[in-house]
């Protein structure tokens, strides 16, 4: 994968230390008078090596069976020079750098020593010829002068026995020329120019020296940072060099090894070699990477004796120019130091081989060979014929390098054989040569772009193989530039027309330096170069597909370069892959280069996967993993088969380049999500044929048949143990699947044909997207086909059709027309299900549990406003919620957005001819029987907003967030949907089934996606859209994000509520109509028929405290805003029981404004006042209303609402003697009777007292009242709960609510049409508001806790108009202390009178019967009426006092 272009010439010129002079001048015994240098960092280096695995009692006859226990001196000639140790101090240093070459030597020489010492402790002090020579020397003549002066200095040193002792002897000599490089012949001319130079030297030694070892030592590197001295080589510089260019990794890699094979094969042959007691052996220095310092003495020492441990021909370690690795030592197999001939040195030209099998061809048969019957338009439907052009991005594996390379060849790897590259190769034919491109040629041969022959990127046969030799993945972006650029000035192709296919595959050399910077070759940065090429092409390249070959397994390198029965060029390997194959197995640093190569790959899949490149129709990009497992390919004899590789171990040989090219071809053919990864090349691989029933190259999307999808996740594991939080719930953790709602999620109809309408009945389990588990993912798009690809074993599932009850339906509970007040009997019968059945393990599965409703409800909203109210669709989900956070462990419920009825009204209405719109009242009359831009329809919009904001305020509310194993996570993708528009503009209702107003298939599976990318987007950034048309890719979790996204794992807060603003109520009623001429009954009075409303009370109905007084003494009386006389501003922003009628008459009269008496109309309400203060106060209101010229006194329908006890109540302790309830309903009764007296055509509200004791003590005084307010309750002034005095106030607090609830059936009151008493109850059961903590909702009270505030009158409206709504013996007996602008109830065509006891029907048999059957029959009903509500009560308060005793509520525990 490194390699330039061309090969160098070599040019050497052997340099003996340019510059040096003789060290000594004649007669000076340099053995007896130098001084042993001090090397301080060889102490700090201990030798671990046995001395008897080198010892021998007996000298050694042979060099060859050298030991280095047998030598008795170390010499040095030549010329070096390093830096002073680490260890060495700044005066030492400084004498270091004024003597430096012979510090240099003897620093080297005496490490060496030292070393011999440890086998042989008599070894004498070492030797360099000091001093300089005082006439400069030729190079040739510096060595043999230093030669002749080592020689003498020995035999004069008396130590010495020069003739029997045994002599280390080293030559250092360094390269002169710029490269070393050139074919193998000139570079042997070179060398052996180069021996003949040093003959001199070598033959005076051989001559003189009897018994020497002589090490050869080529400095090239090590020195090559030095300054040489001109004009001191061995032979004259040339002029000029023809290999004085830029080198690659490759080139150099090759360079070195074939230089030391070059110095190796002339030696071994040599007379050096052939003598027993004197040879010369090549010791080369190669370093990991080019010095940037030169090395120390020791560091240089240490280095050449590990060189001189390994055999001739197997010296392949690379060097640390600052790092000293371990020192290695002689082994009992091999105690010698190594010789050509004891290493049993072979040159690699004379190794045998075997004989080179002939190219592999392959032939291609395929029944469908032919190209579309026109130029197709879409990359997905694209046949291998309809390719006319072909080009492609890489190293040296696509360049080819070595492909035709002979066996042992090295040299030759520097050829690029374009022409047998397996992706883009065009020697020969598919008989000859299988390539890629060759396969191509069968389908159409006129196919242009393939390389042919060899040669670089640069000359005209490669064409568009445009790969480079040690290309790297940051250099893909400038090869897909000139890529580009040769398609569009190639007059052989039509750029805009062709279909062209590009190979890219890169990262072969990434991986092999990414431990030398793991910045610059990080995963992120790969990935980013990739993508960099990538959307260039993508940019400006039409009609195109391009196969991305991810990175091959590299790991297994190493099991090639560690077989030692193998031959191959170690050096070159280790030079070129140095990450791979330098570390010990299961070290650190290899394991990071295993995890490096894993995520190069992922991140290949990753940046292909996420449809960046499937933007245009006419280009999309594949991920080709037949590389990433490809096993290395064995002989028979279970070894590495080398015939599968260039002579170089590293690169291809075109067998191999052949298996690749088919495993590419067949890769192309085989889906996403079905490619091979893994191959054993040892094995033929056939060519495949495109199906004849899909025929196209395989892409992601045309790889999906039918309306299945594809998930590219790769990460599909479980958490390690199973979680016992659902914030760290991983996909594969999920065990259990299950569904809640309609029809939509029962799956009707999804499976119909397009005019089946009478099939819409069946229900397709198996194919709805939350629940759904039919077929697989590849055809069927379901979130538990999703879920199957994590978790295998999942359950739950529903599959093919039925109904709810069978076995088939399993968790799927869904019902069709189901509402929301049924969600509850779906959780029961999930719940039990799920307990009984031995598939789940109730307690330790992980449960998804999906929730859809509220479609069904708006159906049906418009025949009863009331039932189908945001706030009972809230009450009813809660419920549902409720059980299943209560009764389920481990699961996490999504609740998904209802279908807007926009959407529906959008395609049912606009499709006429398509959608039978005769029947839109039976499939879903409210929504799509509406008039557009009606009232009925904006309510129904609004309804629907407000559905949807209770879902948002219930999950958001946090109760589902109590139980670490438990959530409810809202899923907004249904909120906005886009539909599908054809060509010509219509609708495309392929996504609805037969009735156009459910999903299809096709829809259904863009539900599943969308929901399933919700599921792993982090709350606060889901997506709320839909995009009906739109390609939605599966989103895989990451590394960083694995889990199912909760409030908590999205670190998200839920938004605290809005300030609001006011306390109005939204007004959604449709039927506003008054009756069509004045009634005359009460018992037929619409809300439109009251003209005149009026108010008897105390100060909760002069509305004292309503608002925050300014002044510190007395409260104010806002009887504007009084619930059930205040008429300020409108319902919008004030809720008031005149504000709503004044929806249905805007004519309404008598209501007071502002807070003056003379606007306080017919509010007669006065502070303090008591039941006995009633008749006045009705007299004082006939009064005002006969004074009114405004009101019709006989025509006029007028509506009168009574409210008084509390006062009475604060002060019964005052004459606890006296009969109080009675009194106080006797009052009550003079004010009824003088209103029956006095005023024709009237409507009375009598609203029950509320129950003054638990109101106060309900907010465990938390609300301090203030002195004038304890005044004026003095029974409640410092009673305890559990007091005498307390229970008394219960009980007469009771009386007072049973006597007033004896006004239902008064006969008195009966005997008129036009008048009606009707007892509201809601305040019977009076509960305290909680807030959403669970503590007293101060908010509803005013300053002194007594009275309500604002917010308190319009709870208090609604409440009071919602009971004149609700038939008698129906009525709400408690209030909802809960904010929502829209819990109003509405009027309904069926019921659009306000209830009366006669119009409740309560007796509709007997009057149908009879008239006189009502004469007995009223005073029967109220004695068990009052019988039946005394019982209820008395439960009711049981219960309640047993509540109390328990302690305080609680907002889970309260009933709205």
Same mark, same amino acid.
């Given at each position: 994968?490194?390699?330039?272009?061309?090969?160098?010439?070599?040019?050497?010129?052997?340099?003996?230390?340019?510059?040096?002079?003789?060290?000594?001048?004649?007669?000076?015994?340099?053995?007896?008078?130098?001084?042993?240098?001090?090397?301080?960092?060889?102490?700090?280096?201990?030798?671990?090596?046995?001395?008897?695995?080198?010892?021998?009692?007996?000298?050694?006859?042979?060099?060859?069976?050298?030991?280095?226990?047998?030598?008795?001196?170390?010499?040095?000639?030549?010329?070096?020079?390093?830096?002073?140790?680490?260890?060495?101090?700044?005066?030492?240093?400084?004498?270091?750098?004024?003597?430096?070459?012979?510090?240099?030597?003897?620093?080297?020489?005496?490490?060496?020593?030292? &070393?011999?010492?440890?086998?042989?402790?008599?070894?004498?002090?070492?030797?360099?010829?000091?001093?300089?020579?005082?006439?400069?020397?030729?190079?040739?003549?510096?060595?043999?002068?230093?030669?002749?002066?080592?020689?003498?200095?020995?035999?004069?040193?008396?130590?010495?026995?020069?003739?029997?002792?045994?002599?280390?002897?080293?030559?250092? $000599?360094?390269?002169?020329?710029?490269?070393?490089?050139?074919?193998?012949?000139?570079?042997?001319?070179?060398?052996?120019?180069?021996?003949?130079? @040093?003959?001199?030297?070598?033959?005076?030694?051989?001559?003189?020296?009897?018994?020497?070892?002589?090490?050869?030592?080529?400095?090239?590197?090590?020195?090559?940072?030095?300054?040489?001295?001109?004009?001191?080589?061995?032979?004259?510089?040339?002029?000029?060099?023809?290999?004085?260019?830029?080198?690659?990794?490759?080139?150099?890699?090759?360079?070195?090894?074939?230089?030391?094979?070059?110095?190796?094969?002339?030696?071994?042959?040599?007379?050096?070699?052939?003598?027993?007691?004197? =040879?010369?052996?090549?010791?080369?220095?190669?370093?990991?990477?080019?010095?940037?310092?030169?090395?120390?003495?020791?560091?240089?020492?240490?280095?050449?004796?590990?060189?001189?441990?390994?055999?001739?021909?197997?010296?392949?370690?690379?060097?640390?120019?600052?790092?000293?690795?371990?020192?290695? #030592?002689?082994?009992?197999?091999?105690?010698?130091?190594?010789?050509?001939?004891?290493?049993?040195?072979?040159?690699?030209?004379?190794?045998?081989?075997?004989?080179?099998?002939?190219?592999?061809?392959?032939?291609?048969?395929?029944?469908?060979?032919?190209?579309?019957? /026109? &130029?197709?338009?879409?990359?997905?439907?694209?046949?291998?014929?309809?390719?006319?052009?072909?080009?492609?991005?890489?190293?040296?594996?696509?360049?080819?390098?070595?492909?035709?390379?002979?066996?042992?060849?090295?040299?030759?790897?520097?050829?690029?054989?374009?022409?047998?590259?397996?992706?883009?190769?065009?020697?020969?034919?598919? *008989?000859?040569?299988?390539?890629?491109?060759?396969?191509?040629?069968?389908?159409?041969? *006129?196919?242009?772009?393939?390389?042919?022959?060899?040669?670089?990127?640069?000359?005209?046969?490669?064409?568009?193989?445009?790969?480079?030799?040690?290309?790297?993945?940051?250099?893909?972006?400038?090869?897909?530039?000139?890529?580009?650029?040769?398609?569009?000035?190639?007059?052989?192709?039509?750029?805009?027309?062709?279909?062209?296919?590009?190979?890219?595959?890169?990262?072969?050399?990434?991986?092999?330096? #990414?431990?030398?910077?793991?910045?610059?070759?990080?995963?992120?940065?790969?990935?980013?170069?990739?993508?960099?090429?990538?959307?260039?092409?993508?940019?400006?390249?039409?009609?195109?597909?391009?196969? @991305?070959?991810?990175?091959?397994?590299?790991?297994?390198?190493?099991?090639?370069?560690?077989?030692?029965?193998?031959? #191959?060029?170690?050096?070159?390997?280790?030079?070129?892959?140095?990450?791979?194959?330098?570390?010990?197995?299961?070290?650190?640093?290899?394991?990071?280069?295993?995890?490096?190569?894993?995520?190069? !790959?992922?991140?290949?899949?990753?940046?292909?996967?996420?449809?960046?490149?499937?933007?245009?129709?006419?280009?999309?990009?594949?991920?080709?993993?037949?590389?990433?497992?490809?096993?290395?390919?064995?002989?028979?004899?279970?070894?590495?088969?080398?015939?599968?590789?260039?002579?170089?171990?590293?690169?291809?040989? *075109?067998?191999?380049?052949?298996?690749?090219?088919?495993?590419?071809?067949?890769?192309?053919?085989?889906?996403?999500?079905?490619?091979?990864?893994?191959?054993?090349?040892?094995?033929? &691989?056939? %060519?495949?044929?495109?199906?004849?029933?899909?025929?196209?190259?395989?892409?992601?999307?045309?790889?999906?048949?039918?309306?299945?999808?594809?998930?590219?996740?790769?990460?599909?594991?479980?958490?390690?143990?199973?979680?016992?939080?659902?914030?760290?719930?991983?996909?594969?953790?999920?065990?259990?699947?299950?569904?809640?709602?309609?029809?939509?999620?029962?799956?009707?109809?999804?499976?119909?044909?397009?005019?089946?309408?009478?099939?819409?009945?069946?229900?397709?389990?198996?194919?709805?997207?939350?629940?759904?588990?039919?077929?697989?993912?590849?055809?069927?798009?379901?979130?538990?086909? %999703?879920?199957?690809?994590?978790?295998?074993?999942?359950?739950?599932?529903?599959?093919?059709?039925?109904?709810?009850?069978?076995?088939?339906?399993?968790?799927?509970?869904?019902?069709?027309?189901?509402?929301?007040?049924?969600?509850?009997?779906?959780?029961?019968?999930?719940?039990?299900?799920?307990?009984?059945?031995?598939?789940?393990?109730?307690?330790?599965?992980?449960?998804?549990?999906?929730?859809?409703?509220?479609?069904?409800?708006?159906?049906?909203?418009?025949?009863?406003?009331?039932?189908?109210?945001?706030?009972?669709?809230?009450?009813?989900?809660?419920?549902?919620?409720? %059980?299943?956070?209560?009764?389920?462990?481990?699961?996490?419920?999504?609740?998904?957005?209802?279908?807007?009825?926009?959407?529906?009204?959008?395609?049912?209405?606009?499709?006429?001819?398509?959608? +039978?719109?005769?029947?839109?009242? %039976?499939?879903?009359?409210?929504?799509?029987?509406?008039?557009?831009?009606?009232?009925?329809?904006?309510?129904?919009?609004?309804?629907?907003?407000?559905?949807?904001?209770?879902?948002?305020?219930?999950?958001?509310?946090?109760?589902?967030?109590?139980?670490?194993?438990?959530?409810?996570?809202? !899923?907004? $993708?249904?909120?906005?949907?886009?539909?599908?528009?054809?060509?010509?503009?219509?609708?495309?209702?392929?996504?609805?089934?037969?009735?156009?107003?459910?999903?299809?298939?096709?829809?259904?599976?863009?539900?599943?996606?969308?929901?399933?990318?919700?599921?792993?987007?982090?709350?606060?950034?889901?997506?709320?859209?839909?995009?009906?048309?739109?390609?939605?890719?599966?989103?895989?979790?990451?590394?960083?994000?694995?889990?199912?996204?909760?409030?908590?794992?999205?670190?998200?807060?839920?938004?605290?509520?809005?300030?609001?603003?006011?306390?109005?109520?939204?007004?959604?009623?449709?039927?506003?109509?008054?009756?069509?001429?004045?009634?005359? /009954?009460?018992?037929?009075?619409?809300?439109?028929?009251?003209?005149?409303?009026?108010?008897?009370?105390?100060?909760?109905?002069?509305?004292?405290?309503?608002?925050?007084?300014?002044?510190?003494?007395?409260?104010?009386?806002?009887?504007?805003?009084?619930?059930?006389?205040?008429?300020?501003?409108?319902?919008?922003?004030?809720?008031?029981?005149?504000?709503?009628?004044?929806?249905?008459?805007?004519?309404?009269?008598?209501?007071?404004?502002? =807070?003056?008496?003379?606007?306080?109309?017919?509010?007669?309400?006065?502070?303090?006042?008591?039941?006995?203060?009633?008749?006045?106060?009705?007299?004082?209101?006939?009064?005002?209303?006969?004074?009114?010229?405004?009101?019709?006194?006989?025509?006029?329908?007028?509506?009168?609402?009574?409210?008084?006890?509390?006062?009475?109540?604060?002060?019964?302790?005052?004459?606890?003697?006296?009969?109080?309830?009675?009194?106080?309903?006797?009052?009550?009764?003079?004010?009824?009777?003088?209103?029956?007296?006095?005023?024709?055509?009237?409507?009375?509200?009598?609203?029950?007292?509320?129950?003054?004791?638990?109101?106060?003590?309900?907010?465990?005084?938390?609300?301090?009242?203030?002195?004038?307010?304890?005044?004026?309750?003095?029974?409640?002034?410092?009673?305890?709960?559990?007091?005498?005095?307390?229970?008394?106030?219960?009980?007469?607090?009771?009386?007072?609510?049973?006597?007033?609830?004896?006004?239902?059936?008064?006969?008195?009151?009966?005997?008129?049409?036009?008048?009606?008493?009707?007892?509201?109850?809601?305040?019977?059961?009076?509960?305290? +508001?909680?807030?959403?903590?669970?503590?007293?909702?101060?908010?509803?009270?005013?300053?002194? #806790?007594?009275?309500?505030?604002?917010?308190?009158?319009?709870?208090?409206?609604?409440?009071?108009?919602?009971?004149?709504?609700?038939?008698?013996?129906?009525?709400?007996?408690?209030?909802?202390?809960?904010? /929502?602008?829209?819990?109003?109830?509405?009027?309904?065509?069926?019921?659009?009178?306000?209830?009366?006891?006669?119009?409740?029907?309560?007796?509709?048999?007997?009057?149908?019967?009879?008239?006189?059957?009502? /004469?007995?029959?009223?005073?029967?009903?109220?004695?068990?009426?009052?019988?039946?509500?005394?019982?209820?009560?008395?439960?009711?308060?049981?219960?309640?006092?047993?509540?109390?005793?328990?302690?305080?509520?609680?907002?889970?525990?309260?009933?709205?």
């Amino acid at each position: 994968m490194e390699l330039w272009p061309s090969l160098f010439l070599l040019g050497l010129l052997l340099l003996p230390g340019q510059g040096t002079q003789a060290l000594s001048g004649p007669g000076k015994n340099t053995l007896e008078k130098q001084p042993r240098p001090e090397l301080p960092s060889l102490k700090h280096f201990p030798l671990h090596c046995k001395p008897e695995n080198s010892g021998s009692n007996v000298l050694s006859k042979s060099v060859h069976s050298l030991r280095p226990s047998d030598i008795k001196v170390v010499a040095a000639i030549g010329h070096l020079e390093t830096h002073a140790d680490a260890a060495t101090d700044n005066l030492e240093k400084q004498k270091w750098t004024e003597d430096r070459p012979q510090q240099a030597c003897m620093g080297v020489v005496a490490v060496l020593s030292d &070393i011999i010492g440890h086998f042989h402790p008599s070894v004498l002090t070492p030797v360099c010829p000091p001093g300089e020579s005082t006439e400069p020397h030729h190079g040739s003549e510096n060595l043999w002068v230093q030669a002749k002066e080592l020689v003498r200095s020995m035999k004069e040193n008396l130590q010495l026995d020069f003739q029997n002792d045994w002599k280390l002897i080293n030559i250092f $000599f360094s390269n002169a020329s710029q490269c070393h490089l050139g074919p193998s012949a000139q570079q042997e001319r070179h060398l052996m120019g180069g021996l003949e130079e @040093l003959m001199a030297t070598l033959d005076y030694l051989h001559q003189e020296v009897p018994k020497a070892f002589v090490n050869l030592v080529d400095l090239s590197e090590a020195m090559g940072v030095s300054h040489w001295h001109q004009g001191s080589g061995l032979s004259p510089p040339a002029e000029h060099n023809s290999c004085l260019q830029e080198t690659s990794k490759l080139s150099r890699a090759v360079m070195q090894w074939s230089y030391q094979e070059t110095w190796g094969k002339l030696l071994a042959s040599s007379k050096y070699n052939e003598q027993e007691l004197f =040879t010369v052996v090549f010791q080369p220095f190669f370093f990991t990477s080019a010095p940037t310092t030169l090395p120390d003495a020791t560091t240089l020492a240490l280095n050449l004796w590990n060189t001189m441990m390994e055999p001739a021909g197997q010296k392949d370690e690379l060097f640390s120019a600052t790092e000293r690795g371990p020192v290695k #030592c002689p082994t009992q197999e091999n105690p010698y130091l190594f010789t050509y001939r004891n290493s049993n040195y072979v040159p690699s030209s004379s190794k045998p081989y075997k004989k080179l099998q002939e190219r592999e061809g392959a032939e291609v048969r395929c029944p469908d060979m032919d190209p579309s019957n /026109s &130029i197709p338009t879409s990359v997905h439907r694209l046949k291998p014929a309809d390719i006319k052009v072909i080009g492609a991005l890489g190293d040296s594996l696509t360049a080819g390098n070595g492909a035709g390379s002979k066996p042992l060849d090295v040299l030759d790897v520097l050829t690029q054989y374009r022409g047998l590259s397996w992706s883009v190769g065009g020697d020969g034919n598919i *008989s000859t040569v299988t390539t890629l491109a060759n396969i191509l040629q069968e389908f159409n041969p *006129s196919l242009v772009g393939f390389s042919v022959g060899t040669g670089n990127a640069n000359q005209p046969t490669a064409f568009l193989n445009q790969a480079v030799a040690g290309a790297r993945a940051e250099d893909l972006p400038a090869q897909a530039r000139k890529l580009v650029d040769l398609m569009k000035q190639d007059t052989r192709i039509n750029f805009q027309e062709d279909w062209k296919l590009i190979t890219l595959f890169i990262g072969g050399n990434d991986l092999c330096d #990414c431990c030398t910077d793991p910045v610059r070759f990080s995963p992120q940065n790969f990935t980013g170069h990739i993508g960099e090429a990538l959307d260039i092409l993508h940019a400006e390249v039409p009609r195109a597909f391009v196969s @991305l070959v991810t990175v091959l397994e590299i790991i297994n390198l190493r099991e090639l370069y560690l077989e030692k029965k193998v031959y #191959c060029p170690r050096l070159i390997l280790k030079l070129l892959c140095g990450c791979v194959l330098q570390f010990d197995d299961n070290s650190t640093e290899l394991n990071a280069v295993i995890e490096v190569n894993k995520k190069y !790959q992922e991140g290949t899949h990753q940046l292909v996967e996420s449809g960046r490149y499937d933007t245009r129709e006419d280009f999309t990009v594949v991920v080709q993993p037949f590389f990433e497992k490809v096993d290395m390919p064995k002989t028979s004899e279970g070894l590495p088969d080398s015939s599968f590789f260039a002579p170089d171990c590293f690169h291809f040989q *075109s067998k191999a380049h052949g298996r690749a090219a088919s495993a590419l071809w067949n890769n192309m053919l085989e889906p996403v999500g079905q490619k091979t990864s893994q191959h054993n090349f040892e094995n033929e &691989i056939n %060519i495949a044929c495109p199906s004849q029933v899909w025929p196209f190259l395989s892409t992601y999307k045309n790889s999906v048949q039918g309306h299945g999808s594809w998930l590219s996740c790769r990460d599909r594991t479980p958490s390690a143990s199973t979680p016992t939080s659902v914030h760290a719930l991983r996909p594969a953790d999920i065990r259990v699947v299950a569904a809640l709602g309609d029809s939509l999620t029962a799956g009707n109809g999804i499976g119909s044909k397009p005019d089946d309408l009478l099939d819409m009945s069946t229900q397709y389990r198996g194919l709805s997207y939350s629940s759904g588990g039919d077929s697989s993912l590849e055809n069927v798009t379901t979130l538990p086909n %999703i879920l199957r690809e994590f978790n295998r074993n999942l359950t739950g599932f529903a599959v093919g059709t039925g109904d709810a009850s069978d076995r088939n339906a399993f968790l799927n509970q869904a019902v069709p027309g189901a509402k929301a007040e049924e969600l509850v009997s779906q959780v029961h019968t999930l719940v039990q299900r799920m307990k009984d059945d031995q598939r789940v393990n109730f307690h330790e599965d992980w449960k998804v549990i999906t929730v859809l409703i509220g479609g069904g409800d708006l159906c049906d909203y418009c025949t009863d406003s009331n039932l189908y109210s945001a706030d009972n669709f809230f009450d009813h989900l809660r419920n549902a919620l409720d %059980i299943l956070h209560r009764e389920v462990p481990r699961a996490l419920v999504n609740l998904v957005d209802f279908l807007s009825p926009s959407v529906l009204r959008q395609v049912f209405l606009g499709n006429p001819d398509e959608c +039978p719109v005769r029947q839109a009242s %039976i499939l879903c009359n409210c929504v799509l029987t509406l008039r557009e831009s009606s009232e009925e329809l904006a309510a129904l919009e609004a309804v629907a907003r407000a559905y949807q904001s209770s879902v948002r305020e219930l999950v958001e509310s946090g109760r589902y967030d109590s139980r670490e194993d438990f959530s409810v996570v809202l !899923q907004p $993708f249904l909120q906005n949907i886009r539909l599908p528009a054809l060509a010509d503009g219509r609708l495309d209702t392929s996504f609805f089934t037969p009735d156009c107003t459910h999903p299809s298939q096709k829809f259904h599976s863009q539900l599943s996606r969308a929901l399933w990318v919700n599921m792993l987007q982090p709350l606060g950034r889901k997506t709320d859209t839909l995009d009906l048309t739109a390609d939605l890719p599966l989103s895989c979790p990451t590394q960083n994000e694995p889990f199912l996204r909760t409030f908590r794992n999205s670190n998200y807060t839920y938004p605290t509520k809005p300030a609001i603003e006011n306390w109005g109520s939204d007004f959604l009623c449709t039927e506003q109509s008054p009756s069509d001429g004045a009634p005359t /009954s009460v018992h037929k009075l619409r809300p439109a028929d009251i003209k005149v409303v009026a108010a008897l009370g105390d100060s909760l109905t002069a509305a004292v405290g309503a608002r925050l007084s300014n002044s510190s003494d007395l409260l104010t009386s806002w009887r504007g805003l009084s619930w059930s006389i205040g008429g300020d501003g409108a319902l919008e922003t004030h809720t008031t029981l005149p504000n709503i009628l004044k929806k249905f008459n805007p004519h309404l009269r008598g209501f007071s404004t502002g =807070t003056r008496e003379e606007t306080a109309g017919l509010n007669v309400a006065v502070e303090g006042a008591r039941a006995r203060d009633m008749p006045a106060q009705a007299r004082d209101l006939v009064a005002r209303m006969k004074n009114s010229p405004e009101i019709n006194l006989e025509k006029d329908w007028k509506l009168i609402t009574l409210f008084v006890g509390g006062n009475d109540l604060c002060h019964y302790c005052e004459n606890p003697e006296a009969r109080l309830p009675g009194e106080y309903v006797r009052h009550l009764q003079q004010a009824l009777d003088i209103l029956y007296e006095e005023l024709p055509r009237t409507f009375v509200n009598v609203v029950e007292v509320m129950e003054l004791a638990g109101l106060q003590q309900g907010q465990g005084g938390k609300c301090a009242m203030p002195p004038a307010a304890q005044s004026n309750c003095t029974c409640l002034k410092g009673s305890q709960e559990k007091s005498p005095e307390m229970q008394e106030l219960k009980k007469v607090n009771w009386n007072f609510q049973s006597g007033v609830s004896s006004f239902y059936y008064h006969h008195q009151y009966m005997q008129r049409e036009d008048f009606t008493v009707v007892v509201q109850p809601f305040f019977e059961n009076t509960l305290v +508001p909680l807030n959403d903590r669970g503590g007293v909702d101060l908010t509803f009270f005013s300053e002194d #806790c007594l009275h309500f505030s604002e917010r308190g009158h319009a709870e208090m409206a609604i409440a009071l108009w919602n009971n004149m709504l609700e038939p008698v013996g129906l009525k709400t007996t408690s209030n909802n202390f809960t904010h /929502s602008r829209t819990k109003l109830k509405c009027p309904s065509p069926e019921s659009p009178y306000l209830y009366t006891l006669k119009n409740s029907q309560l007796f509709a048999d007997q009057a149908e019967e009879s008239p006189k059957v009502l /004469s007995w029959a009223v005073p029967v009903a109220a004695v068990v009426g009052l019988a039946v509500g005394v019982g209820m009560a008395l439960v009711w308060r049981a219960m309640r006092g047993r509540r109390r005793e328990d302690g305080p509520m609680s907002l889970n525990s309260m009933s709205f």
